[in-house]
């Protein structure tokens, strides 16, 4: 399997995406998306990253974050995803939720093993990414208007401050 790049150290934010295993809908179970967003809320105290944006979709998570020039993103990004998937498995096993679909090795999966990274140069490209997300529900039917889809910073950005995910905000 080729090795995927990331560049650490540039100073500046980054766009990331990565989709549940086999691009299964299990984001569209509230508890599940609420583990995911503790973990992440989470790794920003530790880590000292911030949250420009986000979008939590049913397959898959996009989120703009701006680490510290000492982070190595990618681990960074595999400890959220290690971490939300043990509390994930955990409360889909306590509950009636859909069981996650199996690896090749037999193990339950959650995410998909890789992640899309993309560092913004600009501040430019970091509002288009922070749009990007706000529009992905629109863009891919599951709303009308942006203002409807609760798991994003979309409504952050537009004064209402009582959110799922509190977030740092993009300053230009």
Same mark, same amino acid.
């Given at each position: 399997?080729?090795?995927?790049?990331?560049?650490?150290?540039?100073?500046?934010?980054?766009?990331?995406?990565?989709?549940?295993?086999?691009?299964?809908?299990?984001?569209?179970?509230?508890?599940?998306?609420?583990?995911?967003?503790?973990?992440?809320?989470?790794?920003? /105290?530790?880590?000292?990253?911030?949250?420009?944006?986000?979008?939590?979709?049913?397959?898959?998570?996009?989120?703009?974050?701006?680490?510290?020039?000492?982070?190595?993103?990618? /681990?960074?990004?595999?400890?959220?995803?290690?971490?939300?998937?043990?509390?994930?498995?955990?409360?889909?096993e306590?509950s009636?939720?859909?069981?996650?679909?199996?690896?090749?090795?037999?193990?339950?999966?959650?995410?998909? /093993? /890789?992640?899309?990274?993309?560092?913004?140069?600009?501040?430019?490209?970091?509002?288009?990414?922070?749009?990007?997300?706000?529009?992905?529900?629109?863009?891919?039917?599951?709303v009308?208007?942006?203002?409807?889809w609760?798991?994003?910073?979309?409504?952050?950005?537009?004064?209402?401050?009582?959110?799922?995910?509190?977030?740092?905000?993009?300053?230009t």
């Amino acid at each position: 399997m080729t090795r995927l790049r990331h560049f650490d150290n540039l100073g500046t934010a980054r766009f990331i995406t990565f989709s549940t295993f086999q691009r299964r809908p299990i984001l569209n179970d509230e508890t599940l998306i609420r583990i995911f967003l503790r973990e992440l809320c989470s790794l920003r /105290r530790e880590h000292s990253i911030q949250i420009l944006g986000y979008v939590i979709m049913p397959d898959h998570v996009h989120l703009v974050l701006h680490p510290p020039d000492s982070s190595a993103l990618g /681990r960074i990004i595999g400890q959220l995803k290690g971490r939300s998937s043990r509390q994930m498995l955990r409360a889909m096993e306590e509950s009636a939720l859909a069981s996650p679909p199996l690896r090749t090795n037999g193990q339950p999966a959650i995410w998909q /093993r /890789r992640c899309y990274d993309h560092n913004c140069r600009t501040t430019d490209t970091v509002k288009e990414k922070i749009n990007y997300c706000h529009n992905n529900p629109v863009t891919k039917g599951l709303v009308r208007d942006a203002n409807d889809w609760t798991w994003s910073s979309y409504r952050w950005y537009h004064g209402e401050k009582c959110t799922p995910l509190e977030i740092d905000g993009f300053q230009t």
